[in-house]
């Protein structure tokens, strides 16, 4: 009797689940990809993080079972009627909670540059092998995460962090981090947001060719061969659908706009709450009654996806969350990417001797610079500025992604000059650059400043000869971070830069570690340090000018 009543209890637990995640008969795995842990426990899952037991939603997405789940499944249907059910014992015993990340203390008297060098072994991880119920995705080779809670690789974030790497000497972690985006390309047709299987349905910001780039500096042109599938791949899930799509229509990442033009945008493949922010977007929901709930939910893993979660830049109203609408925004700096990306296709492919191939994505590249420049140029404010296809207008709001085209050399000199001028008059603060000049209260949006925009801004405003500019950005960057560092004794994930020190804002508290600060951090030391000197602190630099 006891075992009908399990079997029972899990078919009912079952059917709950696949309802909970809006996954449908045979979408269990999710296309055969491994399953997020909110597919897997369903209502379990829900009650949990409804539950609050966890301050940070991500805790239990990170949690692996101690057993089969269909029977921690069964056992917590049967159980959590009973009388004194305590959900909070039921989850410490059938799970095993991550660790808290142990915060690090620099030895006394380490320089800026020796805590940097210091960490890349604290930050680094490996998990060829992982419990088959663990959300953790294994990668073939050691990796280095941002730090705090963020446990896993992420993708864009690892392209500074690689950077750092790179000028610590450490080319066999920039090789093996490029080789497990590799191996993602290659299991997965897609570099996830980060190595867990609550990733799976989105990519971020394809830095991807960027990584092959700075791996070739020291590789040479045998590098380009050897990653130009995976630069295939990524590219046609990229461009998946573009092919077929009708005038004035979009489908996944491609939109093509009434006159034919294709771009891309932000996507995500699921249209339920955030596994890693269940309850979050659960709330956001609440408040925004008006909205459709899989489309809200969608245009907040579309946030996600573009690595701006949460910025002003992808709302209607900039005060209201719930007003989000990404997928209906045609991104900036997502195009100045994939611009890199053709280009970069079309030196692998001619160093590989693929002539033809080499010709249709230059020209698919020349496509793109022509329609960024023609769709995203605001002639009027003198910026680069996302684009609302489903409006056909363009966004207002000046952002730090108003340098990516010049990053890039998408612009050309005159517009890069305007931009620049914008950039100085409204974006630059005593510590750094602005990503957008609103205060809404989330962490891409002011007061805030981030490592990988200080950077882009500084590298794109070199090569549209604005040095001046461009030393001040990176200098009023840094004489944060080095004032950060001497009060807190660590590098942190993001800065206030109208005014100083940690940002804020955002879903959870500001963490430390922190993979893009240091590389960014390094490579803008060692940028502006004369030759044959080495600068181990800021005042280095001072010292250098004088």
Same mark, same amino acid.
């Given at each position: 009797? +006891?075992?009908?009543? $399990?079997?029972?209890?899990?078919?009912?637990?079952?059917?709950? *689940?696949?309802?909970?995640?809006?996954? /449908?008969?045979? !979408?269990? $795995? #999710?296309?055969?990809?491994?399953?997020?842990?909110?597919?897997?426990?369903?209502? #379990?899952?829900?009650?949990? +993080?409804?539950?609050?037991?966890?301050?940070?939603?991500?805790?239990?997405?990170? *949690?692996?079972?101690?057993?089969?789940?269909?029977?921690?499944?069964?056992?917590?249907? =049967?159980?959590?009627?009973?009388?004194?059910?305590?959900?909070?014992r039921f989850v410490t015993t059938n799970f095993t909670l991550p660790q808290a990340s142990q915060a690090w203390v620099p030895p006394p008297g380490q320089s800026l540059r020796e805590h940097i060098n210091s960490l890349w072994p604290v930050l680094s991880r490996t998990t060829r092998e992982v419990d088959p119920y663990d959300s953790l995705l294994p990668l073939p080779q050691p990796y280095v995460v941002p730090g705090g809670r963020f446990r896993e690789v992420y993708y864009w974030d690892s392209y500074f962090t690689l950077l750092g790497l790179a000028e610590s000497g450490r080319w066999e972690?920039? +090789?093996?981090?490029?080789?497990?985006?590799?191996? %993602?390309?290659?299991?997965?047709?897609?570099?996830?947001? /980060?190595?867990?299987?609550?990733? #799976?349905? &989105?990519?971020?910001?394809?830095?991807? @060719?960027? =990584?092959? !780039?700075?791996?070739?500096?020291?590789?040479?042109? %045998?590098?380009?061969? $050897?990653?130009?599938?995976?630069? +295939?791949? %990524?590219?046609?899930?990229?461009?998946?659908?573009?092919?077929?799509? *009708?005038?004035?229509?979009?489908?996944?990442?491609?939109?093509?706009?009434?006159?034919?033009?294709?771009?891309?945008?932000?996507?995500?493949? $699921?249209?339920?709450?955030?596994? !890693?922010?269940?309850?979050?977007?659960?709330?956001?929901?609440?408040?925004?009654?008006? &909205?459709?709930?899989? !489309?809200?939910?969608?245009?907040?893993?579309? /946030?996600?996806?573009?690595?701006?979660?949460? @910025?002003?830049?992808?709302?209607?109203?900039?005060?209201?969350? /719930?007003?989000?609408?990404?997928?209906?925004?045609?991104?900036?700096? #997502?195009?100045?990417?994939?611009?890199?990306?053709?280009?970069?296709l079309a030196r692998a492919s001619g160093l590989n001797g693929d002539r033809a191939a080499q010709q249709r994505y230059r020209e698919a590249a020349e496509r793109r610079k022509a329609a960024i420049n023609r769709v995203l140029w605001d002639p009027r404010a003198g910026w680069y500025a996302d684009y609302d296809w489903e409006r056909q207008a363009l966004r207002q709001q000046l952002t730090a992604a108003t340098l990516f085209p010049l990053w890039l050399q998408v612009a050309s000199a005159d517009r890069a000059d305007r931009t620049a001028d914008a950039v100085g008059k409204q974006l630059l603060k005593s510590g750094g650059l602005l990503t957008t000049t609103l205060h809404s209260g989330q962490q891409w949006d002011a007061p805030n400043g981030w490592a990988p925009l200080q950077w882009v801004a500084v590298e794109g405003l070199e090569r549209y000869h604005q040095p001046a500019l461009a030393r001040d950005i990176a200098m009023r960057f840094l004489n944060n971070v080095q004032q950060t560092w001497e009060k807190e004794h660590k590098l942190v994930e993001k800065y206030v830069v109208d005014g100083g020190g940690g940002g804020g804002g955002g879903e959870y508290p500001l963490q430390d570690g922190f993979g893009w600060t240091n590389g960014v951090t390094l490579k803008l030391l060692d940028k502006y340090c004369p030759p044959d000197t080495t600068c181990n602190n800021v005042s280095d630099l001072h010292a250098a000018a004088q």
């Open positions: 009797m +006891q075992k009908l009543i $399990r079997v029972t209890a899990l078919a009912l637990v079952l059917t709950a *689940a696949l309802s909970v995640s809006g996954a /449908g008969a045979g !979408e269990h $795995r #999710l296309n055969d990809q491994p399953t997020p842990p909110d597919v897997r426990f369903g209502p #379990l899952f829900n009650a949990v +993080q409804a539950a609050k037991l966890f301050p940070d939603q991500k805790t239990f997405a990170d *949690a692996i079972p101690n057993g089969d789940p269909t029977a921690i499944l069964a056992d917590w249907q =049967m159980q959590k009627t009973q009388h004194n059910f305590d959900l909070k972690s920039v +090789q093996n981090m490029v080789d497990n985006f590799a191996s %993602e390309l290659n299991t997965y047709g897609h570099i996830p947001n /980060g190595n867990r299987s609550y990733y #799976l349905s &989105r990519s971020q910001p394809p830095f991807f @060719s960027l =990584m092959v !780039e700075l791996l070739a500096q020291h590789g040479g042109d %045998e590098i380009w061969r $050897r990653y130009l599938p995976a630069l +295939q791949t %990524e590219y046609a899930y990229w461009m998946a659908d573009a092919d077929r799509l *009708a005038p004035g229509s979009a489908s996944r990442r491609v939109v093509k706009l009434p006159d034919g033009t294709v771009l891309n945008r932000y996507w995500d493949d $699921r249209d339920v709450p955030r596994t !890693e922010s269940w309850m979050d977007d659960i709330a956001t929901a609440n408040a925004t009654p008006q &909205r459709n709930r899989p !489309e809200l939910y969608r245009d907040l893993r579309a /946030g996600a996806a573009s690595g701006w979660d949460f @910025s002003s830049r992808w709302f209607s109203d900039p005060q209201q969350l /719930g007003s989000i609408r990404t997928t209906k925004i045609i991104p900036v700096d #997502l195009n100045a990417l994939l611009y890199h990306q053709e280009q970069a």
